[in-house]
Structure formats: structure tokens, C-alpha cells
């Protein structure tokens, strides 16, 4: 009885440090969709696939700073409900929160190609935005009412990295090269703030 109470007790210390490290801010990077919902699709490409890798690749970057720490909503390919996702925001209030997603358009082959930033209605959202724009190709940045942005109490942006549709940007998006380049242009963000 007493081995099991220590060993729920270790369990639940370790979860609680691994969220809660003294001294770090946190980030929160969501990656969307996942499992069985795959999101925009191309030549057996896969948003959730993209998304999850470049989440990953920006945790491993962002290892050689210590101001923040980085937290996945999602780690693997499972999906978890938007709702989980923006309870998981608020409770652990991190600094800015980044949603990981990608563009398509109904054209066979985009005409359009570059990143897309949507913000909240706040000022902290805005700022985020335009510190992104600065390091990608940005179409457009637009205030707009989904459920990560409306539900999240800390500043948030969700971030379409280019366009599926687009040979461009889908062949830049799935190289390591173009993954590495994306994930380290979000930790020199991170590194401004
Ligand atoms: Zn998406």
C-alpha cells in the first residue's frame, strides 16, 4: 500500500515538474489535426504530418535557450479534441501559443504560395503576428473567429505554413531543410520576445 501511495506520489511530482519548470516561461506549439483526421492532403503529404514534425523540430531547436520551454499539444499522431487543446492553454497560461497548420486552396495547383497568420482581437495575438511576418513569407495576417483563437485566454496565432496545393511550398515544407529553416525562424521569434 505505502510502495503504491510513493509511486503515485513520484508520478505525479514528475508530471507536475515537467510542466511547471522553475524559472522557464512557457510556449504552447499546437500541431493540428492528427490521427484519423489528416487534414489537407497532396501526393500522400499530409498536413497533420507536417505540422507535427515542424512542432517537433522547433522543440529540438529551441534546447539552446533556456528562457522557455516548449510544450506539445500533441507529440504523436493522435488526434486530440480542439477543446482538450485550449483547456490544456488555460491551464497552464503559457506566454504565446502557435497552432501549426496548412493551407489549401480548390485549385488543382495554388496559385497562391507563402505563409497565412490568424490573430485574435487582442493586442498580444497582433504583436505575435507580425513578429512571425517578419521571418516568413507572409500573405496576409487577418483577425478571425476559430475555436483555438476564441477559446485561448493567452496570446495566440495560428499559422498556415504555405500552401499543400502549391509544388513550391509543399516540396519546401516536407524537405528536412525547409522543416529545420521553419522551426528555427519560430525559436529566433521565441529568442526576440
Ligand atoms: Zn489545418
Redesign the pocket.
Known amino acids: 500500500m505505502k510502495g503504491t501511495k510513493l509511486l503515485a506520489l513520484c508520478i505525479f511530482s514528475t508530471a507536475f515538474l515537467s510542466f511547471t519548470p522553475i524559472n522557464k516561461k512557457l510556449i504552447i506549439i499546437d500541431a ?2 492528427g490521427g484519423n483526421d489528416m ?2 492532403n497532396r501526393n500522400g503529404v499530409y ?1 497533420k504530418d507536417i505540422v507535427l514534425t515542424v512542432g517537433k523540430e522547433i522543440q529540438k531547436f529551441n534546447t539552446t535557450q533556456d528562457k522557455y520551454e516548449i510544450i506539445l499539444t500533441r507529440d504523436n499522431d493522435t488526434y486530440s479534441q480542439l477543446s482538450d487543446r485550449t483547456t490544456l492553454i488555460n491551464k497552464l497560461k503559457p506566454e504565446i501559443v502557435i497552432s501549426l ?2 493551407n489549401s486552396s480548390p485549385h488543382a495547383e495554388s496559385k497562391e504560395e507563402g505563409a497565412e497568420i490568424f490573430t485574435q482581437n487582442t493586442e498580444g495575438s497582433k504583436k505575435l503576428a507580425e513578429k512571425i511576418s517578419k521571418k516568413f513569407n507572409v500573405l496576409k495576417i487577418e483577425e478571425k473567429n476559430l475555436h483555438i483563437l476564441r477559446e485561448s485566454q493567452s496570446p495566440t496565432v495560428l499559422v ?1 505554413l504555405g500552401y499543400m496545393n502549391s509544388t513550391k511550398d509543399r516540396e519546401y515544407m516536407t524537405s528536412e531543410k525547409g522543416q529545420k529553416e521553419i522551426a528555427q525562424k519560430f525559436v529566433e521569434v521565441f529568442n526576440e520576445y
Open positions: 493540428g489535426h487534414g489537407a498536413e497548420h496548412v498556415e
